[in-house]
């Protein structure tokens, strides 16, 4: 899968957000001059000439490759050669796994799913498809053959293996994990075992080869084979914080998630590990730990121990939010507001809102934060930041977009 071309516009917003290494800002910032002089069009870099030649580093142009996840915009590029079409395999259909199957079927007719699997019966998955409490009835036709799933017009096998290397994913670029079971880098590299070229990780893995989170720390993918996704939250957390640190310097800060309630949660009181979990998720707030407290310091080295975290777990089914309190060594030279919202004119994944907004407003949102910009507050250095993040769509949203950069290499 060679690109010949790919949107201005999404090449701005992958070096703005941090998706190329600084090393190739000013080899793709040629490009873009002069394929754009005005910085006006929605014209296309050329990466190819007639006579095949190109870039010398075609990893430039990997890292710019269909970033199509700018609130639905389509990216327009081009593909020398046949077969051109993505594979992935989703290993897992519970939430994570249907959203992203959903925002495939809608925004993504160049990427063919071609597996799922999962232990539960087929028709049970294919019910919690078509009916979803969340984001509504899906929209199209939901039905069964033996062994297959087909949706509309498309028929894709459907597989009940237990581990990985039992399936075939010979054809498969990217085996996108949906599963939260992985935790170690020997059961993600039975992936690899059978056949696909990658293994991507909706979850924390501490064994991953690279943890990556897009707007943050993308430049490091390089050729990590296992790649963990991080969380939700850290998806939300991160972007914010590297163009903190980029623009203004964090000097220390503290967030709390406020975050809906999950699977992992019970309906009653019951046993769980966490104390506080054990209580019933959908009557009560229950203070808990999260994992971007760690991760963030994997993602964000150099502010790495400056920033904490915990977590409320709140009684709605969806949309969670963060509030971040941080000192700021230096200040922005307009109100912080207007700072944030012109980073976020230029961010992949930043997007604001300056309306008063509820959680159900932001719901199906596709942006890792949407940073609500009426609740800034700030005071000498220290500012208080809150904004809101679907952990299931815009979560889903990011696997996407990381599952691309995986294959485009």
Known sequence: ????????????????????????????GALINAADPGCTSDAEIPLFDGTGAGLQDLAVAAKLVKLAHRNGTAVSVDFQGKGNDMRVALNGFGRIGRTILRQLLAKHSDITVALIND???????AYLFRYDSVFGPFPG????????????????????????ADLDLSDVDVVMDCTGTISTRAHAARGLTAGARNVLISGPCDEAEQTIVLGANAHLLADARIVSNASCTTNALAPLLRVLQDSCGVVQGHM??????????????????DLA????????MVPTTTSATRL???????IAGRVTGAAVRVPVISVSAIDLVV??????????????????????????????????????RPESL????????????????????????GFSARMIDMARLMAAR
Request: aromatic share 4%; with cysteine; hydrophobic share 40%.
């Open 119 to 125: 232990i539960a019966p087929l028709d049970t998955c």
């Open 141 to 164: 036709e939901v039905r069964t053959d033996p062994d297959a799933l087909i949706i509309n017009d498309q028929t894709i096998p459907f597989r009940q293996k237990r581990d990985l």
């Open 1 to 28: 899968m060679i690109a010949q071309s790919v949107g201005i516009g999404e090449a701005r917003h992958a070096i703005a957000s941090g998706m190329v290494a600084p090393a190739d800002v000013t080899e793709i």
């Open 296 to 302: 963030i310091d994997r993602v964000l080295p150099d």
């Open 256 to 273: 709390t998630t406020i975050h809906c309630y999950t699977g992992s949660q019970p309906m009653v009181d019951a046993p769980r590990g």
């Open 327 to 364: 000192t700021l060594k230096t200040l922005p030279d307009q109100p912080l507001a207007d700072h944030l919202a012109c980073i976020a004119q230029t961010s992949a994944v930043l997007g604001v809102t300056r309306d008063a907004t509820v959680s159900t407003d932001l719901r199906a």
């Open 277 to 284: 979990r054990s209580r019933a998720g959908a009557v009560s």
């Open 370 to 393: 949407v940073i609500a910009l009426p609740e800034t507050i700030q005071s000498g250095n220290q500012a208080r930041i809150f904004g809101w993040y679907d952990n299931e769509w």
